[in-house]
């Protein structure tokens, strides 16, 4: 079976945008703040629209709503997929720009999905000697 070329892909002329292969571009990418920081790292996405195989006549297309970030480590290692209740996300209206990172509206301290790091840096790293400033 051979692959299809970007070429080859149907075209959508009444949406505006580009085409964007969600595990080329997408999975696995850093995500950044308006500030430049890290917010997270996309693990997963959540579409609306997705209707089983025998409906796809029927179907319209999937809608992409939301990235999804986690503690997916040992799923990855161990194999599965963890569950949804432990990944959080950003809605993919917040995105403004797909490249070699993805740019976000907000600031990383906004989102909910670095409270791992902001705990783990209020509570352990401050601790350490020399843990409160930046390195010189």
Same mark, same amino acid.
Not at 3 to 12: F, G, N, Q, T, W
Not at 69 to 93: A, M, N
Not at 100 to 120: H, M, P, Q
């Given at each position: ?6 070429? @080859?892909?149907?075209? @959508? +002329?009444?949406?505006?945008? %580009?085409?964007? @292969? ?5 999975? =696995? ?12 790292? #996309?693990? =997963?996405?959540?579409l609306?629209? #997705?209707?089983?195989?025998?409906? %796809?006549a029927?179907?319209?297309r999937?809608? $992409?709503? %939301? $990235? ?5 480590? &040992?799923?990855? !290692?161990?194999?599965?997929r *963890? ?7 950003? =809605?993919?209206?917040?995105?403004? =720009?797909?490249?070699?990172? !993805? ?6 301290e ?7 790091? +902001? &705990? $783990?840096?209020?509570?352990? !790293?401050? /601790?350490? *000697?020399?843990? /409160?400033?930046?390195?010189?």
């Amino acid at each position: 079976m051979m692959a299809r070329k970007h070429e @080859d892909l149907p075209v @959508d +002329r009444s949406a505006n945008g %580009r085409v964007v @292969d969600a595990q080329l571009h997408l999975l =696995d990418r850093q995500m950044l703040d308006t500030e430049g920081e890290p917010v997270m790292v #996309v693990d =997963d996405l959540e579409l609306d629209g #997705v209707k089983p195989d025998h409906d %796809r006549a029927l179907a319209g297309r999937p809608v $992409l709503t %939301r $990235l999804l970030s986690g503690p997916t480590l &040992w799923t990855r !290692i161990f194999g599965g997929r *963890p569950p949804r209740s432990r990944l959080d996300g950003i =809605d993919w209206r917040e995105v403004t =720009d797909v490249g070699v990172v !993805i740019s976000v509206t907000g600031r990383a301290e906004d989102y909910d999905l670095t409270w791992r790091e +902001r &705990w $783990l840096r209020n509570r352990v !790293i401050t /601790r350490i *000697p020399g843990g /409160r400033h930046a390195p010189e």
